[in-house]
């Protein structure tokens, strides 16, 4: 199986930052995605930057130039800095892997989630 920990959420002024970060574990082959969605009170979950294999980034239209993705793939741990922060960034963040992980005599294509952190921005 597959464990993906979360850490760095919190509560920020706007116009602040916040470091998130996320270790992926377990019985990984490969990972083939990994990066960020966000779900505020009432609205749907929603991409905000991820890693894509072959060395693509996306970034939200709503994140671009104040968030960062970055990675360390030795550590299987991606990081979410974000930057000049403002109230409707608020929201728990999750941390999402689509990876290729090792079965007792294959391997398979999973999604994986995080378990959450709090990023509340206050204006």
């Known amino acids: 199986q597959v464990q993906l920990v979360e850490s760095g959420g919190g509560l920020v002024q706007a116009g602040g930052s916040l470091r998130l970060s996320c270790a992926a574990s377990?019985?990984?082959?490969?990972?083939?995605?990994m990066g960020w969605y966000r779900q505020a009170p009432g609205k749907q979950r929603e991409l905000v930057a991820q890693f894509i294999s072959g060395g693509s980034i996306f970034y939200a239209d709503s994140v671009k130039g104040r968030f960062t993705i970055s990675r360390d793939n030795a550590k299987n741990t991606v990081y979410l800095q974000m930057n000049s922060l403002k109230p409707e960034d608020t929201a728990v963040y999750y941390c999402?892997?689509?990876?290729?992980?090792?079965?007792?005599?294959?391997?398979?294509?999973?999604?994986?989630w995080g378990q959450g952190t709090q990023v509340t921005v206050s204006s």
């Open positions: 999402h892997g689509f990876m290729t992980v090792y079965s007792e005599m294959s391997t398979y294509d999973n999604n994986y």
């Open positions: 377990g019985s990984i082959f490969s990972i083939n995605a």
